[in-house]
């Protein structure tokens, strides 16, 4: 039985490795290609690249590890079925279950790593990953000037060339406005030739400029700029220094991002949801209370009036404690008929007033607290995530093994085909699940589990099927099958 156990485990982990390295080759080559335009042209670094496309392959691995599980499994029981290896081992006696419990067991030590991974090892990845790519978009193109092309990439300068040698050092007809002083365009340099050399720690360059003038306008007052002298200098050569320093990749501080959900784990989510949820009751009684504040200011300010008319204001309390809607309706419309017409209109003012600003305050806090609610709900849905992919493992391998034991077909052809199907359901599932929980259209619970709520019942069918033999894809069993009802259908006629 060992050495069974031996080859069922060589088999399988063959096309797991294989699948699972294809899978997240696959996910970072979709990611070059969603973010080529940020990277190409900005002249970074090999090892900042390097670094980042090694986070980004370790935020891949929640998608690539349930593939790569789904696919091997259908491959290595394919295989096993079209070898005729299950039918001897079930020659044998040894039952479908029996061949799966090497796997079982290597399955749930995955599940257990990939549950360890995704609390330990992903909140790092995916805050490394975010920093970096978030530097990189913010990183300015590698310095590049083109012809007949106003280049501003340089702080404080805006520069044209006619025409660049092929040593791509030589200018030709060159016009630098220079912006430094932020008064407009008062300092021009045109020159009739120019040559560019950077410094030995590339940190500047220095443009040596033949032949050119000099226009600098004085502007001592915006207004009068039109009476101020113009000035021009000749020169025969001239060398102009620009400071490069801002096309150095600036990274951010990693703490500015360390509060985000994505970069917490089962224990910081928990504090995080503590704290939100403490800061959304107060943010709740704050508004409860304003409102009440605004209430009790409006009958404050005409409760400062004569007695008479403050006895008809403790009328007004009676309306509003009142339990019954018609006898607060009559109450109310005896008090207006008893007061004059001017304290009716200021009444009714003040009534009005107080229901537009308590709107005005209802509205803004309920969407403040609306997004402080959807900032919980995603801390949440974090949360489970760490144990989804976990129990995602375990679920799409009782639908792989016992499926590729159906169709006794290896390879990467059918397999292939059948995993990226089961695959895709899962993840649109897992999806939808998932934006309806952060929405608050169903229980965060409900929705980050839906996808293996549905799948796993499939598991075990499938799983019962396959011990029992039963020929669930068996074309002939279905065309005999579908026969049948058609004769039953002609003789009923």
């Not at 306008?217 to 801002?246: A, C, H, M, N, W």
């Not at 990693?254 to 985000?260: G, H, I």
């Not at 849905?381 to 290896?410: D, M, Q």
């Amino acid at each position: 039985m060992k050495k069974l156990y031996k080859l069922i485990l060589r088999t399988y982990a063959g096309p797991l490795l294989g699948t699972f390295f294809i899978a997240v080759f696959v996910l970072l080559m979709q990611f070059l290609w969603k973010y080529v335009d940020d990277l190409v042209g900005k002249g970074l670094e090999w090892y900042i690249i390097t670094e980042l496309l090694f986070y980004a392959s370790a935020t891949f691995v929640p998608m690539a590890l349930p593939l790569a599980v789904l696919l091997s499994s259908l491959m290595s029981f394919g295989n096993l079925g079209e070898r005729y290896e299950l039918v001897a081992m079930k020659a044998a006696g040894i039952s479908l279950q029996k061949v799966m419990y090497p796997l079982i067991v290597l399955i749930v030590f995955i599940s257990i790593a990939a549950f360890f991974f995704s609390n330990n090892v992903m909140p790092v990845a995916n805050l490394k990953f975010r920093s970096i790519l978030y530097d990189v978009k913010e990183q300015k193109l590698a310095f590049n000037i083109k012809e007949n092309i106003y280049y501003s990439g340089i702080d404080g300068y805006v520069i044209r060339v006619a025409k660049k040698g092929k040593d791509g050092n030589s200018l030709k007809k060159v016009m630098i406005y220079d912006h430094t002083g932020n008064e407009g365009n008062t300092k021009v340099t045109i020159a009739d030739s120019g040559y560019m050399q950077l410094s030995n720690d590339q940190q500047n360059m220095y443009l040596k400029l033949f032949d050119g003038y000099n226009f600098e306008e004085e502007t001592t007052d915006v207004r009068k700029r039109r009476k101020d002298p113009l000035q021009r200098t000749y020169f025969d050569e001239q060398i102009v220094k620009f400071d490069l320093s801002g096309f150095d990749l600036k990274r951010t501080d990693e703490n500015l991002f360390r509060n985000n959900y994505h970069m917490l784990n089962l224990q910081q989510l928990s504090k995080a949801q503590d704290s939100l949820s403490e800061k959304l009751s107060s943010a709740k009684s704050r508004v409860d209370q304003r409102i009440r504040r605004e209430g009790m200011y409006h009958y404050n300010k005409y409760g400062d009036r004569e007695s008479e008319e403050n006895d008809t204001i403790s009328a007004v309390d009676t309306i509003v404690a009142s339990d019954t809607v018609g006898a607060a309706d009559t109450l109310s419309v005896n008090f207006l008929e008893q007061l004059k017409v001017s304290d009716q209109v200021a009444i009714v003012g003040l009534a009005l007033s107080s229901a537009r600003r308590s709107k005005n305050q209802v509205e803004f806090n309920g969407k403040s607290i609306e997004r402080q609610e959807r900032l919980i709900r995603k801390h949440e849905v974090e949360w489970h995530r760490k144990f989804t992919l976990s129990f995602a493992c375990l679920v799409l391998f009782f639908i792989g093994a016992p499926l590729g034991a159906i169709i006794r077909k290896g390879g990467l052809g059918l397999p292939l085909v059948i995993s990226i199907f089961f695959f895709v359901t899962y993840h649109i599932i897992s999806i939808t699940g998932e934006k309806y929980a952060e929405a608050g259209v169903m229980s965060v619970f409900g929705g980050m589990w839906l996808a293996s709520a549905i799948l796993l019942p499939l598991g075990i069918f499938l799983t019962a099927k396959a011990t029992t033999d039963a020929p669930l894809l068996d074309v002939e069993v279905w065309k005999k099958l579908l026969n049948k009802w058609i004769g039953r259908l002609r003789s009923g006629k």
